[in-house]
């Protein structure tokens, strides 16, 4: 099971920073992932980071602004998002996968999301 937690309402310019916090499975066997969805879109792929924390994959929206972390003692993945903008706002969703890394779709472990809205 994921669970995301800390979205909010934040100002254009502003920042958040999401968790996620997992059960029942091996985390740090498991590559995490954020994605987003915004209204009328379809989901897509925001950053990732490798099982022990060593590499990290961004998609060019993100990067520069936002940075992906995990912590394995806590068997919690964040996402620091700095400099918002309006076109972040969508509900963010933390996802895992076991296998080789470098994927940006095909995660088999998703959580519910947290709803992001930055107002410009």
């Known amino acids: 099971q994921l669970q995301a937690y800390g979205g909010g309402l934040v100002q254009a310019g502003g920042s958040l920073r999401l968790s996620c916090a997992a059960s029942?499975?091996?985390?740090?066997?498991?590559?995490m992932g954020w994605f987003r969805q915004a209204p009328g879109k379809e989901r897509e792929f925001v950053a990732s980071i490798s099982r022990g924390g060593a590499s990290t994959n961004y998609a060019d929206s993100a990067k520069g602004r936002f940075t992906i972390s995990r912590d394995n003692a806590k068997n919690t993945v964040y996402l620091q998002m700095n400099i918002l903008k309006p076109e972040d706002t969508a509900v963010y969703y933390c996802a895992a996968y076991r296998g080789t890394w470098g994927k940006t779709a095909g995660y088999d472990y998703w959580g519910q999301g947290t709803l992001v809205t930055v107002s410009s």
């Open positions: 029942g499975l091996t985390f740090n066997r498991n590559v």
